[in-house]
């Protein structure tokens, strides 16, 4: 079985601080890993993912993650926030199978001018 | 960009009342989910859909839970006998591989 932890359940940055938001997981097989984003009131969408191949995942609006294996951890970063950026963040893993997506208990990101 | 359609967005309906959500999956994806958001807490996996069968369901999905796609384009979640602890918003996704595809949810509220 999956599960994923995320540390900070709400993380307070200014505009254009960078940010980094914690992901843990652990599991007995090999994962895929993903990060959804949720702005309020909408449904998740997906942020980026890890499939294979390169460790260093990013997304189209400047986010990226890091899969690291020793340390069973999938961060996400950006260098610099924007207000707009302002949503919750759930990292979630899934086997091979592609059945069941363990989700994380989501990390707030508000970013304040 | 197809994208999944869940409907009602809110629904309010009577402990003991059953309910059905619906959902309309992106027309060539193959696999169909329901989960989760009780308000405040992490997004469950309820269930995972394939070839007109269940694949695999949670701990969560018990009797009172069933899902069906009754035709080419419909998927739906029915709670037969809501209780209170029902209160969540209830997404539905969709993939075709590893991206599932969430709807904007439905927002169950049982009084």
């Known amino acids: 079985a999956q599960s994923v932890t995320q540390l900070d359940s709400q993380v307070p940055v200014f505009e254009e601080a960078p940010v980094e938001l914690r992901c843990n997981y652990s599991s007995s097989v090999s994962v895929y890993l993903f990060w959804y984003v949720q702005y309020p009131n909408q449904g998740l969408q997906l942020l980026l993912k890890?499939?294979?191949?390169?460790?260093l995942v990013e997304s189209i609006n400047g986010f990226e993650a890091e899969f690291n294996k020793s340390q069973t951890s999938f961060h996400l970063r950006k260098p610099s926030v924007h207000i707009s950026d302002t949503a919750e963040y759930f990292c979630a893993v899934s086997d091979r199978g592609f059945q069941k997506l363990v989700f994380g208990t989501g990390t707030r990101l508000l970013v304040s001018p | 960009e197809p994208e999944v359609t869940q409907t009602p967005s809110h629904q309010v309906t009577q402990m003991g009342q059953e309910v059905i959500l619906r959902c309309v999956p992106i027309s060539n994806h193959l696999y169909f989910y329901w989960y989760r958001q009780i308000l405040g807490q992490k997004v469950e996996f309820l269930v995972s859909?394939?070839?007109?069968?269940?694949?695999?369901k949670s701990e969560i999905f018990d009797d009172q839970f069933s899902v069906e796609r009754p035709d080419g384009s419909n998927f739906t979640l029915k709670i037969r006998s809501t209780k209170l602890e029902d209160s969540a918003m209830y997404f539905c996704?969709?993939?075709?591989?590893?991206?599932?595809?969430f709807g904007s949810g439905t927002r169950l509220t049982v009084v």
């Open positions: 996704a969709s993939s075709e591989g590893s991206d599932r595809h």
């Open positions: 890890y499939l294979s191949g390169s460790t």
């Open positions: 859909f394939y070839n007109n069968e269940i694949s695999e």
